[in-house]
């Protein structure tokens, strides 16, 4: 086996290692995309940027580089083409919000370590991965305990089915009494009679659902309940 058969087996095997930490946080979180999707866009980018490298300075068959040829062409098109898989995990929920961002942009980063171990930047790739666990791992955390009171919230999504149009003026101002901010507010009508009303509230992330569900089923009017939290 030559040298350069040795140093592209190396580079696979540290992008598939550096792909495994990012698949590994994924994975953890029960994420759309996990372990192999990350292993198969670090590899394969990896694998790529080597060829689109090599291949400027073989294909002429000799010595001599063919000015050309890009070394970078097809690393090139790796980055724009991730683009196709980002958006395939990138969802609208019903009540309007959107998730997924974060596993796009990780998917993203996958392949642009590949890109980076196959063009022979070891270390760049290595300190790339443990600065994206820090920052979607740690820095989130931190901000929690010590950030602005907005970043200490979480969302939560309620729909209430109450008994009259007269029960929503007194459970409004009941669920801020629970410390929780109301952000959007939807009333809707129904053919049974019984009004509709969906919120969007911000309540401290550390209270919990259940908790919050069991509050809101006291109040006097709610005939029906549905909560949904991102968290």
């Given amino acids: 086996m030559t040298g350069l058969e040795m140093e592209i087996l190396m580079k696979l095997g540290i992008s598939a290692v550096l792909g495994l930490i990012i698949g590994l946080e ?7 995309v996990g372990l192999k999707t990350s292993l198969v866009i670090s590899i394969v980018s990896c694998l790529l940027t080597i060829v689109s490298i090599e291949s400027a300075y073989i294909f002429p068959g000799n010595d001599a580089i063919n000015i050309t040829m890009d070394p970078l062409r ?9 683009g196709f898989l980002g958006a395939g995990v990138i969802l609208r929920r019903g009540n309007d919000s959107i998730s997924g961002l974060t596993t ?3 998917i993203w980063g996958a392949a642009g370590i590949g890109i980076a171990v196959g063009a022979g930047f070891y270390m760049e790739a290595a300190a790339g991965v443990i600065l994206l666990i820090i920052s979607v791992e740690v820095v989130p955390y931190l901000l929690g305990l010590i950030g602005p009171r907005q970043l200490r919230e979480k969302e939560i999504t309620l729909k209430l089915t109450v008994e009259s149009k007269e029960n929503i003026a007194a459970i409004i101002p009941a ?16 053919e049974e009679g019984n009004p509709q009303l969906q919120l969007t509230i911000a309540v401290d992330y550390k209270q919990k659902t259940t908790d919050f569900y069991y509050n809101i ?11 949904e939290s991102m968290h």
């Avoid at 994924?26 to 759309?32: D, G, H, S, V």
């Avoid at 629970?178 to 952000?183: G, H, P, V």
């Avoid at 089923?217 to 909560?227: A, D, T």
């Fill in 175 to 190: 669920i801020k009494d629970l410390k929780a901010t109301i952000r959007r507010t939807k009333i809707k009508d129904t």
């Fill in 104 to 106: 796009a942009a990780l």
């Fill in 74 to 82: 097809l690393a090139a098109q790796i980055v724009s083409g991730i």
């Fill in 217 to 227: 089923s006291k109040l006097p009017g709610v005939k029906f309940m549905e909560i």
């Fill in 26 to 32: 994924r994975e953890l979180k029960r994420k759309p």
